[in-house]
Protein backbone atom coordinates (compact mmCIF):
# COMPACT_ATOMS: atom_id res chain seq x y z
CA UNK A 1 0.00 0.00 0.00
CA UNK A 2 3.07 2.20 0.63
CA UNK A 3 4.09 1.99 -2.93
CA UNK A 4 0.22 2.47 -4.13
CA UNK A 5 0.35 6.00 -1.92
CA UNK A 6 3.91 6.94 -3.23
CA UNK A 7 2.92 7.40 -6.81
CA UNK A 8 -0.46 8.68 -6.09
CA UNK A 9 1.10 11.48 -4.37
CA UNK A 10 3.72 11.55 -6.53
CA UNK A 11 1.30 11.91 -9.49
CA UNK A 12 -0.88 14.74 -7.59
CA UNK A 13 2.21 16.96 -7.00
CA UNK A 14 2.86 16.22 -10.59
CA UNK A 15 -0.25 18.50 -11.34
CA UNK A 16 -1.73 14.74 -12.88
CA UNK A 17 -5.92 14.68 -13.10
CA UNK A 18 -6.85 12.98 -9.92
CA UNK A 19 -8.80 9.98 -12.39
CA UNK A 20 -5.48 8.90 -13.79
CA UNK A 21 -3.28 9.26 -10.63
CA UNK A 22 -5.45 7.00 -9.02
CA UNK A 23 -5.99 4.58 -11.72
CA UNK A 24 -2.06 4.58 -12.59
CA UNK A 25 -1.92 4.12 -8.59
CA UNK A 26 -3.61 0.97 -8.57
CA UNK A 27 -2.61 -0.04 -11.96
CA UNK A 28 1.14 -0.34 -10.46
CA UNK A 29 -0.62 -2.33 -7.77
CA UNK A 30 -1.24 -5.38 -10.35
CA UNK A 31 1.76 -4.91 -11.91
CA UNK A 32 4.27 -4.84 -9.69
CA UNK A 33 2.81 -5.67 -5.94
CA UNK A 34 -0.02 -8.15 -5.82
CA UNK A 35 1.39 -10.87 -8.03
CA UNK A 36 -2.71 -11.21 -9.21
CA UNK A 37 -3.74 -11.05 -13.04
CA UNK A 38 -3.70 -7.81 -14.40
CA UNK A 39 -7.21 -9.07 -15.78
CA UNK A 40 -8.58 -8.34 -12.07
CA UNK A 41 -8.11 -4.77 -12.29
CA UNK A 42 -9.60 -4.19 -15.40
CA UNK A 43 -12.49 -6.55 -14.06
CA UNK A 44 -12.66 -3.87 -11.20
CA UNK A 45 -12.90 -1.09 -13.02
CA UNK A 46 -15.78 -2.68 -15.09
CA UNK A 47 -17.21 -3.44 -11.72
CA UNK A 48 -17.48 -0.50 -10.62
CA UNK A 49 -19.92 0.94 -13.38
CA UNK A 50 -21.99 -2.17 -12.55
CA UNK A 51 -24.16 -0.18 -10.05
CA UNK A 52 -27.71 0.75 -9.87
CA UNK A 53 -27.11 2.88 -7.34
CA UNK A 54 -24.82 5.27 -8.97
CA UNK A 55 -27.76 6.09 -11.72
CA UNK A 56 -28.76 8.69 -9.16
CA UNK A 57 -25.40 10.49 -9.72
CA UNK A 58 -25.88 12.09 -13.02
CA UNK A 59 -29.41 12.46 -12.96
CA UNK A 60 -28.97 14.97 -9.84
CA UNK A 61 -26.35 16.30 -11.62
CA UNK A 62 -28.82 17.30 -14.42
CA UNK A 63 -31.16 18.11 -12.33
CA UNK A 64 -29.06 20.82 -10.87
CA UNK A 65 -28.21 22.49 -14.05
CA UNK A 66 -31.48 22.42 -15.25
CA UNK A 67 -32.65 24.00 -12.19
CA UNK A 68 -30.11 27.00 -12.47
CA UNK A 69 -31.33 27.39 -15.92
CA UNK A 70 -34.41 27.59 -15.25
CA UNK A 71 -34.56 30.72 -12.92
CA UNK A 72 -34.50 29.12 -9.39
CA UNK A 73 -31.50 30.61 -8.22
CA UNK A 74 -33.05 34.09 -9.02
CA UNK A 75 -35.94 33.49 -6.81
CA UNK A 76 -34.03 31.78 -3.88
CA UNK A 77 -31.68 34.51 -3.93
CA UNK A 78 -35.01 37.02 -3.64
CA UNK A 79 -36.47 35.26 -0.38
CA UNK A 80 -32.46 35.52 1.04
CA UNK A 81 -32.45 38.74 0.88
CA UNK A 82 -35.52 39.32 2.54
CA UNK A 83 -35.15 37.07 5.27
CA UNK A 84 -31.86 37.82 6.27
CA UNK A 85 -30.62 40.86 3.97
CA UNK A 86 -31.72 43.36 7.17
CA UNK A 87 -29.44 41.34 9.67
CA UNK A 88 -25.33 42.66 10.62
CA UNK A 89 -23.44 41.55 7.79
CA UNK A 90 -26.56 41.16 5.83
CA UNK A 91 -25.49 39.68 1.95
CA UNK A 92 -22.98 37.88 3.97
CA UNK A 93 -26.21 36.17 6.02
CA UNK A 94 -27.53 35.91 2.17
CA UNK A 95 -24.96 34.30 1.25
CA UNK A 96 -24.98 31.34 4.28
CA UNK A 97 -29.01 30.96 3.79
CA UNK A 98 -28.65 31.01 -0.10
CA UNK A 99 -26.16 27.88 0.49
CA UNK A 100 -28.88 26.07 1.95
CA UNK A 101 -31.44 26.53 -0.27
CA UNK A 102 -29.48 25.83 -3.31
CA UNK A 103 -28.03 22.80 -1.04
CA UNK A 104 -31.92 21.09 -1.78
CA UNK A 105 -31.06 22.48 -5.65
CA UNK A 106 -27.56 21.76 -6.93
CA UNK A 107 -25.97 18.86 -4.45
CA UNK A 108 -22.47 20.44 -5.36
CA UNK A 109 -20.54 22.59 -2.76
CA UNK A 110 -18.11 23.99 -5.78
CA UNK A 111 -20.66 24.82 -7.94
CA UNK A 112 -22.93 26.64 -5.46
CA UNK A 113 -19.75 28.50 -4.36
CA UNK A 114 -19.06 29.92 -7.86
CA UNK A 115 -22.33 30.65 -8.44
CA UNK A 116 -22.59 32.69 -5.41
CA UNK A 117 -18.96 34.15 -5.79
CA UNK A 118 -20.36 35.25 -9.08
CA UNK A 119 -23.78 36.65 -8.11
CA UNK A 120 -23.14 38.12 -4.33
CA UNK A 121 -19.15 38.84 -4.23
CA UNK A 122 -18.89 42.11 -6.27
CA UNK A 123 -22.08 43.09 -4.24
CA UNK A 124 -20.33 42.68 -0.78
CA UNK A 125 -16.99 44.31 -1.56
CA UNK A 126 -18.98 47.12 -3.51
CA UNK A 127 -20.65 47.75 -0.09
CA UNK A 128 -17.50 47.26 1.95
CA UNK A 129 -17.15 44.22 3.24
CA UNK A 130 -13.41 42.93 3.40
CA UNK A 131 -12.66 40.52 0.08
CA UNK A 132 -11.15 37.91 2.26
CA UNK A 133 -14.32 38.16 5.02
CA UNK A 134 -16.49 37.97 1.76
CA UNK A 135 -15.02 34.84 -0.24
CA UNK A 136 -14.79 32.96 3.04
CA UNK A 137 -18.34 33.65 4.25
CA UNK A 138 -19.07 31.93 0.31
CA UNK A 139 -17.21 29.47 0.57
CA UNK A 140 -17.53 27.55 3.60
CA UNK A 141 -20.83 28.51 3.78
CA UNK A 142 -21.01 26.24 0.55
CA UNK A 143 -20.25 23.56 2.69
CA UNK A 144 -23.97 23.36 3.35
CA UNK A 145 -24.70 21.39 0.52
CA UNK A 146 -22.88 18.61 1.40
CA UNK A 147 -25.34 17.68 4.10
CA UNK A 148 -28.78 18.88 2.91
CA UNK A 149 -30.18 16.36 0.16
CA UNK A 150 -29.45 15.58 -2.45
CA UNK A 151 -25.71 15.54 -1.83
CA UNK A 152 -23.54 13.98 -4.45
CA UNK A 153 -21.27 12.82 -1.72
CA UNK A 154 -24.45 11.07 0.30
CA UNK A 155 -24.82 9.05 -2.93
CA UNK A 156 -21.74 7.81 -3.20
CA UNK A 157 -21.15 7.32 0.66
CA UNK A 158 -23.96 5.51 0.94
CA UNK A 159 -23.25 3.13 -2.54
CA UNK A 160 -19.34 2.61 -1.04
CA UNK A 161 -20.52 2.39 2.42
CA UNK A 162 -23.74 0.02 1.76
CA UNK A 163 -25.43 2.24 4.09
CA UNK A 164 -29.23 3.71 3.04
CA UNK A 165 -28.96 6.60 1.11
CA UNK A 166 -32.15 7.74 2.21
CA UNK A 167 -31.16 7.76 6.07
CA UNK A 168 -28.39 9.62 4.65
CA UNK A 169 -30.72 12.12 3.05
CA UNK A 170 -33.04 12.41 5.74
CA UNK A 171 -29.95 12.57 8.35
CA UNK A 172 -28.13 15.70 6.62
CA UNK A 173 -31.18 17.89 7.02
CA UNK A 174 -30.68 18.99 11.04
CA UNK A 175 -26.99 19.22 10.45
CA UNK A 176 -27.27 21.27 7.38
CA UNK A 177 -29.84 23.65 9.46
CA UNK A 178 -27.24 23.93 12.48
CA UNK A 179 -24.51 24.64 9.93
CA UNK A 180 -26.49 27.65 8.91
CA UNK A 181 -27.20 28.69 12.27
CA UNK A 182 -23.57 28.42 13.46
CA UNK A 183 -22.07 30.43 10.41
CA UNK A 184 -24.95 32.85 10.67
CA UNK A 185 -23.75 33.76 14.16
CA UNK A 186 -20.32 33.89 13.36
CA UNK A 187 -20.90 36.08 10.34
CA UNK A 188 -23.11 38.25 12.86
CA UNK A 189 -20.07 38.47 15.54
CA UNK A 190 -17.66 39.56 12.78
CA UNK A 191 -19.47 41.81 11.08
CA UNK A 192 -21.24 43.67 14.46
CA UNK A 193 -17.17 44.36 15.42
CA UNK A 194 -16.19 45.35 12.04
CA UNK A 195 -19.52 47.43 11.54
CA UNK A 196 -20.10 45.78 8.07
CA UNK A 197 -23.26 47.69 6.36
CA UNK A 198 -26.47 45.26 5.96
CA UNK A 199 -28.28 44.90 2.85
CA UNK A 200 -31.28 46.41 3.53
CA UNK A 201 -32.03 48.37 7.31
CA UNK A 202 -35.92 47.53 6.92
CA UNK A 203 -36.86 44.59 8.33
CA UNK A 204 -39.42 42.41 5.99
CA UNK A 205 -43.03 41.89 6.22
CA UNK A 206 -44.91 39.24 6.90
CA UNK A 207 -46.06 40.16 3.60
CA UNK A 208 -43.09 40.45 1.58
CA UNK A 209 -41.55 37.24 3.08
CA UNK A 210 -44.71 35.28 2.16
CA UNK A 211 -44.33 36.71 -1.34
CA UNK A 212 -40.95 35.98 -1.65
CA UNK A 213 -41.44 32.30 -0.60
CA UNK A 214 -44.41 31.82 -2.89
CA UNK A 215 -42.41 32.90 -6.04
CA UNK A 216 -39.83 30.28 -5.02
CA UNK A 217 -42.37 27.70 -4.11
CA UNK A 218 -41.31 25.22 -6.65
CA UNK A 219 -37.71 25.37 -5.63
CA UNK A 220 -37.95 25.19 -2.03
CA UNK A 221 -40.82 22.20 -2.41
CA UNK A 222 -37.27 20.22 -4.43
CA UNK A 223 -36.28 18.87 -1.21
CA UNK A 224 -39.13 18.20 0.35
CA UNK A 225 -40.52 16.79 -2.83
CA UNK A 226 -37.22 13.94 -2.63
CA UNK A 227 -37.50 12.80 0.77
CA UNK A 228 -41.23 12.65 0.61
CA UNK A 229 -40.76 10.36 -2.45
CA UNK A 230 -38.29 8.04 -0.94
CA UNK A 231 -40.01 7.70 2.56
CA UNK A 232 -43.58 7.11 0.79
CA UNK A 233 -41.76 4.18 -1.24
CA UNK A 234 -42.77 5.96 -4.51
CA UNK A 235 -39.14 6.00 -5.42
CA UNK A 236 -35.95 4.56 -4.27
CA UNK A 237 -32.81 7.23 -4.05
CA UNK A 238 -31.32 5.88 -7.28
CA UNK A 239 -35.15 6.54 -9.52
CA UNK A 240 -35.61 9.72 -7.62
CA UNK A 241 -33.14 11.12 -9.89
CA UNK A 242 -34.74 10.71 -12.47
CA UNK A 243 -37.72 12.03 -11.02
CA UNK A 244 -35.32 14.82 -9.75
CA UNK A 245 -34.93 15.92 -14.07
CA UNK A 246 -38.52 15.51 -14.55
CA UNK A 247 -39.13 18.11 -12.33
CA UNK A 248 -36.34 20.72 -13.14
CA UNK A 249 -37.58 20.26 -16.92
CA UNK A 250 -41.74 20.61 -15.78
CA UNK A 251 -40.57 24.03 -13.44
CA UNK A 252 -38.48 25.43 -16.32
CA UNK A 253 -40.90 25.14 -18.88
CA UNK A 254 -44.17 25.44 -17.68
CA UNK A 255 -44.07 26.66 -13.99
CA UNK A 256 -41.37 29.86 -14.15
CA UNK A 257 -41.55 29.47 -18.34
CA UNK A 258 -37.70 30.25 -19.05
CA UNK A 259 -36.14 27.06 -20.02
CA UNK A 260 -35.39 27.28 -23.64
CA UNK A 261 -34.00 24.37 -25.76
CA UNK A 262 -30.58 26.11 -26.01
CA UNK A 263 -30.65 26.41 -22.06
CA UNK A 264 -31.62 22.63 -21.75
CA UNK A 265 -28.75 21.66 -24.19
CA UNK A 266 -26.15 24.09 -22.26
CA UNK A 267 -27.58 22.35 -19.24
CA UNK A 268 -26.88 18.82 -20.61
CA UNK A 269 -23.49 20.03 -21.93
CA UNK A 270 -22.26 21.40 -18.41
CA UNK A 271 -23.65 17.75 -16.70
CA UNK A 272 -21.88 15.47 -19.36
CA UNK A 273 -19.05 17.32 -18.41
CA UNK A 274 -19.52 16.79 -14.48
CA UNK A 275 -20.31 13.57 -15.02
CA UNK A 276 -17.61 12.30 -17.06
CA UNK A 277 -15.20 13.59 -14.51
CA UNK A 278 -16.72 11.87 -11.19
CA UNK A 279 -17.21 8.23 -12.92
CA UNK A 280 -13.96 8.49 -14.41
CA UNK A 281 -12.98 9.06 -10.60
CA UNK A 282 -15.43 6.12 -9.46
CA UNK A 283 -14.12 3.65 -12.40
CA UNK A 284 -10.65 4.62 -11.55
CA UNK A 285 -10.94 3.87 -8.03
CA UNK A 286 -12.29 0.14 -8.07
CA UNK A 287 -8.48 -1.32 -8.61
CA UNK A 288 -7.37 0.63 -5.24
CA UNK A 289 -10.61 -0.08 -3.19
CA UNK A 290 -9.78 -4.27 -4.10
CA UNK A 291 -5.86 -3.12 -3.18
CA UNK A 292 -7.33 -1.68 0.37
CA UNK A 293 -9.23 -4.52 1.02
CA UNK A 294 -6.66 -7.05 -0.13
CA UNK A 295 -3.97 -5.73 1.94
CA UNK A 296 -5.79 -5.50 5.00
CA UNK A 297 -5.83 -1.81 5.05
CA UNK A 298 -8.96 -1.24 7.45
CA UNK A 299 -7.58 -3.44 9.88
CA UNK A 300 -4.15 -2.32 10.04
CA UNK A 301 -4.55 1.45 10.28
CA UNK A 302 -7.34 0.72 12.59
CA UNK A 303 -4.69 -0.54 14.99
CA UNK A 304 -1.73 1.63 14.13
CA UNK A 305 -4.34 4.95 14.84
CA UNK A 306 -6.37 3.56 17.73
CA UNK A 307 -3.65 1.86 19.96
CA UNK A 308 -4.92 2.38 23.37
CA UNK A 309 -7.85 4.37 22.60
CA UNK A 310 -10.72 2.88 23.80
CA UNK A 311 -13.27 5.15 24.58
CA UNK A 312 -15.52 4.75 21.26
CA UNK A 313 -16.08 8.90 21.32
CA UNK A 314 -12.31 9.26 21.34
CA UNK A 315 -11.98 6.58 18.49
CA UNK A 316 -14.39 8.72 16.14
CA UNK A 317 -12.55 11.83 16.47
CA UNK A 318 -9.23 10.42 15.60
CA UNK A 319 -11.02 9.43 12.52
CA UNK A 320 -12.33 12.81 11.83
CA UNK A 321 -8.92 14.49 12.77
CA UNK A 322 -7.42 12.27 10.37
CA UNK A 323 -10.06 13.04 7.38
CA UNK A 324 -9.35 16.82 8.35
CA UNK A 325 -5.72 16.38 7.48
CA UNK A 326 -6.19 13.78 4.81
CA UNK A 327 -8.59 16.78 3.21
CA UNK A 328 -6.24 18.96 2.84
CA UNK A 329 -4.38 17.21 0.04
CA UNK A 330 -6.96 15.07 -1.33
CA UNK A 331 -10.33 15.95 -3.35
CA UNK A 332 -13.49 15.17 -1.60
CA UNK A 333 -15.03 12.25 -4.00
CA UNK A 334 -11.54 10.84 -3.84
CA UNK A 335 -11.06 10.64 -0.34
CA UNK A 336 -14.98 9.05 -0.32
CA UNK A 337 -14.17 6.39 -2.59
CA UNK A 338 -10.85 5.24 -1.09
CA UNK A 339 -11.38 6.24 2.25
CA UNK A 340 -15.27 5.15 3.35
CA UNK A 341 -14.52 1.13 3.04
CA UNK A 342 -11.59 1.75 5.42
CA UNK A 343 -13.34 3.47 8.26
CA UNK A 344 -17.05 2.31 8.03
CA UNK A 345 -15.85 -0.97 9.85
CA UNK A 346 -13.98 0.77 11.98
CA UNK A 347 -16.84 3.09 13.45
CA UNK A 348 -19.33 0.24 13.11
CA UNK A 349 -17.22 -2.30 15.34
CA UNK A 350 -17.17 0.68 18.15
CA UNK A 351 -20.88 0.73 18.17
CA UNK A 352 -21.65 4.11 15.81
CA UNK A 353 -24.12 4.36 13.69
CA UNK A 354 -22.87 4.55 9.99
CA UNK A 355 -25.38 6.83 9.17
CA UNK A 356 -24.52 9.01 11.84
CA UNK A 357 -20.42 8.74 10.72
CA UNK A 358 -21.40 9.45 7.13
CA UNK A 359 -22.82 12.89 7.63
CA UNK A 360 -20.40 13.88 10.36
CA UNK A 361 -17.41 12.21 7.66
CA UNK A 362 -19.29 14.32 4.46
CA UNK A 363 -18.78 17.31 6.10
CA UNK A 364 -15.10 16.84 7.16
CA UNK A 365 -14.29 16.03 3.71
CA UNK A 366 -16.00 18.70 1.86
CA UNK A 367 -14.32 20.97 4.32
CA UNK A 368 -10.90 20.24 2.83
CA UNK A 369 -12.45 22.19 -0.50
CA UNK A 370 -12.60 24.99 1.73
CA UNK A 371 -8.92 25.22 2.79
CA UNK A 372 -5.20 25.50 1.95
CA UNK A 373 -3.71 23.85 0.21
CA UNK A 374 -6.23 22.09 -2.32
CA UNK A 375 -9.14 23.64 -1.77
CA UNK A 376 -11.76 23.49 -4.94
CA UNK A 377 -14.11 25.96 -3.76
CA UNK A 378 -11.52 27.92 -2.37
CA UNK A 379 -9.76 28.45 -5.60
CA UNK A 380 -13.00 28.82 -7.25
CA UNK A 381 -13.53 31.51 -5.04
CA UNK A 382 -10.59 33.39 -4.89
CA UNK A 383 -9.96 33.25 -8.72
CA UNK A 384 -13.78 35.26 -9.31
CA UNK A 385 -13.42 37.78 -6.53
CA UNK A 386 -9.69 38.30 -6.81
CA UNK A 387 -8.30 37.36 -3.70
CA UNK A 388 -5.13 35.99 -2.10
CA UNK A 389 -5.24 33.05 -0.94
CA UNK A 390 -3.21 34.54 1.81
CA UNK A 391 -6.26 37.04 3.35
CA UNK A 392 -8.76 34.24 2.49
CA UNK A 393 -7.41 31.88 4.88
CA UNK A 394 -7.14 34.28 7.49
CA UNK A 395 -10.67 34.95 7.17
CA UNK A 396 -11.75 31.70 6.89
CA UNK A 397 -10.41 30.49 10.29
CA UNK A 398 -13.42 31.88 12.52
CA UNK A 399 -15.57 30.36 9.87
CA UNK A 400 -14.34 26.42 10.03
CA UNK A 401 -13.43 26.54 13.57
CA UNK A 402 -17.05 27.26 13.90
CA UNK A 403 -17.80 23.89 12.04
CA UNK A 404 -15.05 21.87 13.40
CA UNK A 405 -16.99 22.71 16.93
CA UNK A 406 -20.24 21.81 15.33
CA UNK A 407 -18.58 18.52 14.13
CA UNK A 408 -17.18 17.83 17.52
CA UNK A 409 -20.57 18.06 19.35
CA UNK A 410 -22.35 15.77 17.04
CA UNK A 411 -20.17 13.36 18.13
CA UNK A 412 -21.32 13.27 21.69
CA UNK A 413 -25.21 13.83 20.07
CA UNK A 414 -26.06 11.19 17.86
CA UNK A 415 -29.36 11.62 18.63
CA UNK A 416 -29.53 14.83 16.54
CA UNK A 417 -28.35 13.36 13.88
CA UNK A 418 -30.63 10.42 14.10
CA UNK A 419 -33.75 12.06 14.91
CA UNK A 420 -35.34 12.90 11.47
CA UNK A 421 -34.33 9.44 9.65
CA UNK A 422 -35.38 6.85 12.79
CA UNK A 423 -38.59 9.09 13.40
CA UNK A 424 -39.10 8.24 9.40
CA UNK A 425 -38.15 4.82 8.83
CA UNK A 426 -37.62 3.66 12.63
Partial sequence: ML??????????????????????AGFVFFVMDSGMPLSIGVQKIASMSQSFPLLAVPFFVLAGHLMNESGITD??????LVAVGWMSGGLAQVAIVLSTLMGGVSGSAVADAAMEARILGPAMIAKGYGKGFSAAAIAVGSLITATIPPSIGLILYGYIGNVSIGRLFLAGIVPGFLMMAVLMITTYVIARRRGYVVADSTRPSVKALAVATWEAKWALMFPVALVLA???????????????????LAVGFLAHRELTVEKVWRAFAHASSDVGL????????????????YLQVPQNLANWMLAGITDPNMIVLVVLLFLLVAGLALDSTVMVLLLTPIF??????VGMDPVHFGILMMSIVTLGGMTWPSGSAMFAVCALMDVTIEEYSIESIPFIAAICALITALVFFPEVVLWLPNLAFG
Fill in 3 to 24: LISVVFVLLMVLGMPVAFATGI
Fill in 344 to 349: VPIVVN
Fill in 230 to 248: IRGGVFTPSEVGSFAVVYA
Fill in 278 to 293: IMLIILMSGMVGFATI
Fill in 75 to 80: RLLKVS
